[in-house]
C-alpha cells in the first residue's frame, strides 16, 4: 500500500529558529510529492510539486527539496503566521496524504 | 469570488438521519473530489469525478453517493448517518487528471458533520 509519513507530528519553534519537516513515501510508482499548508477551519492550499530527486523549490521563507526516499520543507527564520498544519502527499495515480505536521511558531 | 464552496460548514445530525453536502467550483476544472478529514486529520479520497463521470471509488460505505449533475458541481449525499461519519468532509477540483496524477487541487473550506 502506497504510503507517506510526516515526522514530527508538531513541532514548537520561536520567531527566527529556522527548522525542517520531514516527509518519508513509498518509492515505488511515485509520480508527484506535493506540499500543502492547512489553516484551522480551512481546506489545504497547495505550496510546491516535486518531480524528481534534486528538485528544490522556494516561496518567502519556506523550500522544499526532495531525495529518493523523502521530502524536507525546510522553514528558514519562521514567522508567526507560518503556524498551521503541513501536509505532503505523493501522488500514485491519485493522492495519499501523510498525517501532517503541526508547526506553532512563538513570537 | 470563492474558487470551491461548500455548504453547509457545519452540520449536527442524530442517528440514522440523512444529509446531504453540496459543492460547486467556479475554476472551470473538469474533475472535483470529495475527502474526508479524520479526527488525526488523515486526508483520504472518497470519490472523484472527471466530468460528471465517475473516476475514483475508494472503499466507502455504500450509505455515501456523490451526485455530480454537471462539472461544476458535486454533491455528497449521506443515509443513515452513523457515528463514524463524524469528520471534515472537503471537496476540491483539479486539471484532468493526467497519466502523470500530478494535478494540483483547490480544496473547499471544508464541512463538518458532528452525528450525535
Known amino acids: 500500500e502506497d504510503q507517506v509519513t510526516q515526522s514530527p507530528e508538531a513541532l514548537r519553534l520561536q520567531e527566527g529558529e529556522s527548522s525542517s519537516l520531514n516527509c518519508s513515501y513509498t518509492?515505488?510508482?511515485?509520480?508527484?510529492l506535493f506540499w500543502y499548508r492547512q489553516d484551522p477551519g480551512k481546506g489545504p492550499e497547495f505550496l510546491f510539486t516535486l518531480y524528481s530527486a534534486g528538485e528544490e523549490k522556494e516561496k518567502e521563507r519556506l523550500k522544499a527539496t526532495l531525495t529518493k526516499k523523502e521530502s524536507f520543507l525546510h522553514i528558514t527564520a519562521p514567522k508567526p503566521e507560518d503556524s498551521a498544519t503541513y501536509l505532503c502527499a505523493g501522488t500514485y495515480g491519485k493522492l495519499t496524504f501523510g498525517q501532517g505536521t503541526i508547526l506553532t511558531v512563538h513570537p | 469570488d470563492t474558487a470551491v464552496s461548500q455548504t453547509p460548514k457545519y452540520l449536527v445530525t442524530q442517528m440514522g438521519n440523512d444529509k446531504s453536502i453540496k459543492c460547486e467550483q467556479n475554476?472551470?476544472?473538469?474533475?472535483m473530489y470529495w475527502y474526508k478529514q479524520d479526527s488525526k486529520k488523515f486526508l483520504k479520497i472518497m470519490f472523484s469525478?472527471?466530468?460528471?463521470?465517475?473516476?475514483i471509488n475508494e472503499t466507502v460505505p455504500n450509505r455515501f453517493s456523490p451526485k455530480s449533475p454537471d462539472k461544476a458541481h458535486l454533491n455528497l449525499h449521506i443515509n443513515s448517518l452513523e457515528l463514524g461519519d463524524s469528520a471534515v468532509y472537503f471537496c476540491?477540483?483539479?486539471?484532468?487528471?493526467?497519466?502523470?496524477?500530478?494535478?494540483?487541487?483547490?480544496f473547499g473550506a471544508g464541512s463538518r458533520l458532528t452525528v450525535l
Open positions: 469525478y472527471n466530468n460528471k463521470e465517475l473516476i
Open positions: 476540491a477540483s483539479s486539471t484532468p487528471l493526467d497519466n502523470s496524477g500530478a494535478n494540483v487541487l483547490t
Open positions: 475554476l472551470g476544472h473538469d474533475t
Open positions: 518509492v515505488s510508482g511515485l509520480r508527484g
